[in-house]
């Protein structure tokens, strides 16, 4: 079946720090890979998304992920973070032949330090 | 312009009633969503629609009822509200079965 797991439940970093969220999912064929984020009280927004070609894909906001199939992770990174990066991360996975289901993991909250 | 509208934002009410949760998408996408969020922030797929067919069913209890009149809009209707249903649900829309956008959601509350 398919999963994902986000092992940090709450990540906190220094503004201006870089950041790496974590994310590993479980299916058996090649998957759609997604990073939303979601401020509180808010809906989800689409960061970026992972479908083929190119491992490396760049979101909005100056988020980028990386997809490893031989680790089965789609990592999420930013270089310098912003306190309104604040938010909590969700990571999902999706298949095209499953209806547009999408898995989400755990959600990872992020906190930023000034 | 709004892409993905659900009413109302918050809808608090008393076990054993019945609501409806409206959603509205003018993104031109041919499927919707719903979605719940539990208390721990944990989201799981309800119903999916594509075309005003229903695809996705994930063993829901049948007090929840989703109907969908028209391609750009997807409601969801609750019968016999339980404290349990307390929740934030979220409707999302795609074109086909790619990138979902999602509403703001709406917090409900029973009591």
């Known amino acids: 079946a398919q999963s994902v797991t986000q092992p940090d439940i709450h990540i906190t970093v220094s503004e201006g720090a870089s950041l790496e969220l974590r994310c590993n999912y479980s299916?058996?064929?090649?998957?759609?890979l997604f990073w939303y984020v979601q401020s509180p009280g808010q809906g989800l927004q689409l960061l970026l998304k992972y479908f083929s070609g190119d491992t490396l894909v760049q979101g909005i906001k100056g988020f980028e992920a990386e997809f490893k199939r031989s680790q089965s992770s789609f990592n999420l990174r930013k270089p310098s973070v912003h306190w309104s990066d604040a938010a909590e991360y969700f990571c999902?996975?999706?298949?095209?032949?499953?209806?547009?289901?999408?898995?989400f993991g755990q959600g990872t909250e992020l906190s930023v330090k000034p | 312009d709004t892409a993905v509208s659900q009413t109302p934002k918050y809808l608090v009410t008393q076990m054993g009633n019945d609501k409806s949760i409206k959603c509205e998408q003018n993104?031109?996408?041919?499927?919707m969503y719903w979605y719940k969020q539990d208390s721990k922030k944990f989201l799981k797929i309800m119903f999916s629609y594509n075309n005003k067919e229903l695809i996705i069913n994930e063993t829901v209890p049948n007090r929840f009822s989703p109907k969908s009149p028209d391609k750009a809009h997807l409601n969801l209707h609750i019968n016999s509200l339980e404290l349990g249903d307390s929740a934030v649900y979220f409707c999302?829309?795609?074109?086909?079965?790619?990138?979902?956008?999602f509403g703001p959601g709406t917090r409900l509350t029973v009591t």
């Open positions: 999302a829309s795609s074109f086909s079965t790619y990138e979902q956008y």
């Open positions: 299916y058996g064929a090649t998957p759609y």
């Open positions: 999902a996975v999706g298949a095209n032949n499953q209806g547009g289901k999408l898995i």
């Open positions: 993104l031109g996408h041919d499927t």
